[in-house]
């Protein structure tokens, strides 16, 4: 949803914060990135956000669900959400992993 040139966030019709996202643009390292997270998430988020990018990796490769499931223990819910956002989300995951695929 648009308004204006205003991106909005998917969940509301509040605009979205774009500072956030620029304070993450802005970390220079990776324990920059580690320490702001840790501020910023639970454990428990920032462990559900690891395991789906896990997850998106291993479907990239190739993996089957029963091998994702083994190597993460991602729930089949979780490894159809990433799977489906691979396919016909904002592409996101698609362009992180592309830029990080060597690494």
Do not use: W
């Not at 690891?50 to 993996?63: N, S």
């Not at 091998?67 to 992180?96: F, H, M, P």
């Amino acid at each position: 949803m648009q308004n204006r040139g205003v991106k909005m966030n998917k969940f509301s019709n509040k605009p979205t914060n774009k500072h956030m996202y620029e304070a993450i643009l802005s970390l220079e390292t990776m324990d920059e990135c580690l320490r702001f997270f840790e501020d910023l998430c639970t454990v428990k988020e920032l462990m559900a956000m690891e395991q789906r990018y896990e997850v998106a990796q291993l479907l990239d490769r190739g993996l089957i669900y029963s091998e994702i499931l083994e190597k993460t223990g991602a729930s089949s819910a979780t490894i159809s959400r990433v799977n489906r956002c691979l396919q016909y989300g904002a592409e996101g995951y698609k362009i992180a992993l592309a830029r990080t695929k060597n690494k």
